[in-house]
T-cell receptor, first 112, second 117 residues
Framework: GNSVTQMEGPVTLSEEAFLTINCTYT??????LFWYVQYPGEGLQLLLK?????DKGSNKGFEATYRKETTSFHLEKGSVQVSDSAVYFC???????????FGSGTKLNVKP | GAVVSQHPSWVICKSGTSVKIECRSL??????MFWYRQFPKQSLMLMAT?????????EQGVEKDKFLINHASLTLSTLTVTSAHPEDSSFYIC?????????????FGPGTRLTVL
């Protein structure tokens, strides 16, 4: 079956620190992979996505590379800001299209 | 990008009453919409797939008689929590696929927080 596993939080970093949030997946076929961000009191927003192996998604300084050999899609940012404090969800959609499977979410706290 | 709205954004009700939550795609049509439930500090759990013109498809373990879903039009899906109980208190989120121009991307509503007293 399909599933997503991501590192547990919370992750607490100082401003300008390097961020990595690990995400691995199990899937049949060729899934697309996503990172969503949820700010306090708001809904989910798409942060970035990759639709095939070796694709790199990037947005707002965040990057993630679709690694089929390691079934991973780790999220990275070189220098975090206080405004990046949020909950980050890794997700995949399978070939049935549109059915999403989410990881448990990782809360990021960035301190000034 | 495509916008999905939900109404209400929060609701408080008494145990035993029913609550209706609306999910609308504002600038696109969606023949399919999805309903999720999010528990505190946990991930989203897919509850059901709402299909315009046909019955909803429920995930294993979700009571279809308790969570009634109606896809009334190409832009509106409703979730009715019937005979609500405190354990139904949660954050309910809907989503819709954005169509060909946004291949394989889901757009999420802002969520509805339900509190059952």
């Amino acid at each position: 079956g399909n599933s997503v596993t991501q590192m547990e939080g919370p992750v607490t970093l100082s401003e300008e620190a390097f961020l990595t949030i690990n995400c691995t997946y199990t899937a049949t076929g060729y899934p697309s992979l996503f990172w969503y961000v949820q700010y306090p009191g708001e809904g989910l927003q798409l942060l970035l996505k990759a639709t095939k192996a070796d694709d790199k998604g990037s947005n707002k300084g965040f990057e993630a590379t679709y690694r089929k050999e390691t079934t991973s899609f780790h999220l990275e940012k070189g220098s975090v800001q206080v405004s990046d404090s949020a909950v980050y969800f890794c997700a995949l959609s399978d070939q049935d299209f549109n059915k999403f499977y989410f990881g448990s979410g990782t809360k990021l706290n960035v301190k000034p | 990008g495509a916008v999905v709205s939900q109404h209400p954004s929060w609701v408080i009700c008494k145990s035993g009453t029913s609550v209706k939550i609306e999910c609308r795609s504002l600038d696109f049509q969606a023949t399919t919409m999805f309903w999720y439930r999010q528990f505190p500090k946990q991930s989203l759990m897919l509850m059901a797939t709402s299909n315009e013109g046909s019955k909803a498809t429920y995930e294993q373990g979700v009571e279809k008689d308790k969570f009634l879903i109606n896809h009334a039009s190409l832009t509106l899906s409703t979730l009715t929590v019937t005979s609500a109980h405190p354990e139904d208190s949660s954050f309910y989120i809907c989503s819709a696929p954005g169509g060909r121009a946004t291949y394989n991307e889901q757009f999420f509503g802002p969520g509805t927080r339900l509190t059952v007293l």
